[in-house]
C-alpha cells in the first residue's frame, strides 16, 4: 500500500516511501488509457519548515492506448518526476490547486488516488501509431496504413457547393 505514516515522518524527518499502483480498470475507466501492469511508485516524503508534507519522486511504468487515427493499440512508456504538497486544512487559506488538504488528527495519507491523478496528468489525452499515419477512408472504413482503398477522391461533396461557387466568383 501507498501509505506515508505521519508520526513516523515526525520523528525521523524524512521517509522513504515505495511501492506500486496495481491495475484496476475501475480506476482508470473514461481516462482514455489502459495501465497494463504495476505503476512503480518511489517518493521521499518530508515536512517542509511551514508544517507542509512535501513528496518528491518519480513514476515509472507503461499504459496501452488507442491510436486516435486508425485505431490501433499503442504501448507508451511513463516515467514522470512528480511533487505533491500536502497542507493542513486548518493552516490552509487559499484556494491554490497545487496543493492537497490534511485533516487535522489524520495519523497516515493513503497517496493512491493522488499518484492516481498524477499519472492521469501525465498521459496525453491522444496519440498517434506514428506520425505519418493515415486512419481510415471515410468513404469504406478500409484502414489506410495497411492497404490503399478503390474509393473515388474526385468525387466533390455537394454540401460545399455554395462555397465554391463564391470562391469562383
Same mark, same amino acid.
Given at each position: 500500500?501507498? /501509505?506515508?505514516?505521519? +508520526?513516523?515522518?515526525?520523528?525521523?524527518?524524512s521517509v522513504q516511501v515505495e511501492g506500486s499502483?496495481?491495475?484496476?480498470?475501475?480506476?482508470?475507466?473514461?481516462?482514455?488509457? &489502459?495501465?497494463?501492469?504495476?505503476? !512503480?511508485?518511489?517518493?521521499?516524503?518530508?515536512?517542509?519548515?511551514?508544517?507542509?508534507?512535501?513528496?518528491?519522486?518519480?513514476?515509472?511504468?507503461?499504459?496501452?492506448?488507442?491510436? +486516435? !487515427?486508425?485505431?490501433?493499440?499503442?504501448? /507508451?512508456?511513463?516515467?514522470? %518526476?512528480?511533487?505533491?504538497?500536502?497542507?493542513?486544512?486548518?493552516?490552509?487559506?487559499? %484556494?491554490?490547486?497545487?496543493? /492537497?488538504?490534511?485533516?487535522?488528527?489524520?495519523?497516515? &495519507?493513503?497517496?493512491?488516488?493522488?499518484?492516481?491523478?498524477?499519472? &492521469?496528468?501525465?498521459?496525453?489525452?491522444? &496519440?498517434?501509431?506514428?506520425? %505519418?499515419?493515415?486512419?481510415?477512408?471515410?468513404?469504406c472504413g478500409q484502414k489506410l496504413n495497411d492497404?490503399?482503398?478503390?474509393?473515388?477522391?474526385?468525387?466533390? %461533396?455537394?454540401?460545399?457547393?455554395?462555397?465554391?461557387?463564391?470562391?469562383?466568383?
Amino acid at each position: 500500500m501507498l /501509505r506515508v505514516d505521519l +508520526r513516523l515522518l515526525e520523528r525521523k524527518g524524512s521517509v522513504q516511501v515505495e511501492g506500486s499502483l496495481e491495475p484496476n480498470q475501475h480506476s482508470f475507466e473514461g481516462c482514455g488509457f &489502459i495501465l497494463e501492469k504495476p505503476l !512503480r511508485v518511489a517518493l521521499n516524503a518530508a515536512w517542509a519548515g511551514s508544517g507542509e508534507v512535501v513528496l518528491r519522486g518519480t513514476l515509472e511504468g507503461s499504459v496501452t492506448q488507442e491510436c +486516435r !487515427r486508425c485505431l490501433a493499440v499503442v504501448e /507508451r512508456a511513463v516515467d514522470r %518526476d512528480v511533487t505533491m504538497v500536502f497542507v493542513d486544512s486548518e493552516l490552509f487559506e487559499d %484556494d491554490n490547486e497545487e496543493t /492537497r488538504h490534511l485533516e487535522r488528527g489524520v495519523r497516515e &495519507i493513503n497517496l493512491e488516488p493522488h499518484v492516481r491523478d498524477e499519472l &492521469i496528468f501525465a498521459v496525453p489525452m491522444y &496519440i498517434e501509431c506514428r506520425a %505519418d499515419c493515415q486512419g481510415f477512408c471515410a468513404e469504406c472504413g478500409q484502414k489506410l496504413n495497411d492497404a490503399d482503398c478503390e474509393c473515388s477522391t474526385q468525387e466533390a %461533396d455537394p454540401r460545399w457547393d455554395a462555397l465554391r461557387a463564391l470562391k469562383n466568383e
